[in-house]
């Protein structure tokens, strides 16, 4: 690897996104989650807001997910603003992995960096999660659990329509994690001694 790359694939309510803002601070390189939305706005001049829509989400062939009136532009006429962030995403995220050493969740990134990263995947028991999407969001139970299987369903299509991968086929990540089994000390220990063996 020129750069050492992390990229963590996560379960909603596994805890995949704190863990690695934590590792990040702990090992003091820079974390990429929504940042890399801001970057695609800034690089494509799209409202931030109108990406967030489609992030980590593929194209629905019922209906457009931003506004119409910049959908219809002609430069992306018939060219979903998913794929327009996807491409976006995917570029800014070779670039980042050619110049720094980060943290990347999710978008495919361990796709997109096949063989040049340290792939991630983490996950927990579904009711685990559901009582850690309560705790964190302050739902109801109800609420918690579907919105932890909508989460989940969501992010699984957007990973399998674009990489043609099982999402939660366990053996294309080098690194799976149950974090209901072990303390984020742990865990972020255990992390920054693989990171250093990079």
């Not at 890399?36 to 409202?47: G, H, M, R, V």
């Not at 992030?55 to 992306?76: C, F, G, N, T, V």
């Not at 990263?117 to 579904?126: D, G, H, K, N, R």
């Amino acid at each position: 690897m020129e750069h050492r790359i992390i990229t963590i694939n996560r379960m909603y309510g596994s805890g995949g996104r704190l863990l690695g803002k934590a590792l990040s601070e702990r090992l003091g390189i820079h974390f990429y989650d929504k940042e890399l939305i801001q970057l695609a706005s800034e690089d494509n001049q799209i409202p931030y807001e109108e990406l967030v829509k489609v992030d980590e989400k593929k194209a629905s062939q019922w209906r457009l997910p931003i506004k119409e009136q910049m959908q219809m532009q002609p430069q992306y006429h018939f060219h979903p603003m998913n794929d327009v962030l996807f491409e976006s995403q995917s570029k800014i995220i070779q670039e980042l992995a050619k110049k720094e050493d980060c943290i990347i969740v999710g978008r495919c990134a361990n796709k997109i960096l096949e063989g040049k990263c340290l792939s991630i995947f983490v996950y927990a028991p579904f009711e685990y999660r559901v009582q850690a999407i309560m705790e964190r969001l302050g739902r109801e139970e109800k609420s918690a659990r579907s919105l932890v299987k909508k989460m989940d369903k969501t992010r699984k299509s957007y990973y399998e329509f674009f990489t043609d991968e099982k999402w939660n086929d366990l053996n294309q990540y080098q690194l799976c994690i149950d974090t209901s089994r072990f303390s984020q000390d742990f865990l972020l220990d255990m992390l920054e001694k693989v990171y250093k063996a990079l």
